[in-house]
């Protein structure tokens, strides 16, 4: 059985009456340490994101940027197209936490541009393996 409690800012992830993984709920929703947590936060269904097109770049959501157009942003600012291949949020009182994954173009002029656009952005991202 998988739990998420929370308390204040912080949050538990319990598996079977245990603890699995205690700490900030920005930390556990961008950086699950546990199985479980990682189950519960983190796509288990990678088919959809097996796909012949670019590199994939998860975008998380730890409450700051959650309420800003990323996406519509990123496209016009970098006037380049990306596909959004999986996304999921939780909101606990009144802020935003999760994860969306999205795929560069291939051409890597236009990749290029977004990876720039993201270090530059106050949005925390990972790259997909």
């Not at 409690?5 to 245990?18: E, G, K, L, T, W």
């Not at 197209?81 to 949020?89: H, R, S």
Request: glycine share 4%; charged share 30%.
């Amino acid at each position: 059985m998988k739990v998420i409690d929370q308390i204040c800012d912080r949050v538990a992830v319990i598996d079977h009456s245990r603890i699995a993984e205690m700490g900030r709920v920005s930390d556990v929703f961008t950086s699950p340490q546990s199985d479980i947590a990682r189950e519960l936060i983190l796509p288990q269904d990678r088919s959809a994101l097996e796909t012949s097109g670019g590199k994939k770049i998860r975008l998380i959501f730890d409450g700051m940027q959650s309420k800003e157009p990323v996406i519509s942003r990123m496209t016009l600012e970098c006037q380049t197209p990306v596909n959004i291949m999986f996304a999921d949020t939780k909101d606990f009182d009144g802020i935003v936490y999760g994860h969306m994954i999205i795929e560069l173009p291939t051409d890597e002029n236009q990749a290029a541009k977004v990876m720039t656009w993201l270090k530059n952005s106050p949005v925390k991202w990972k790259e997909e393996v």
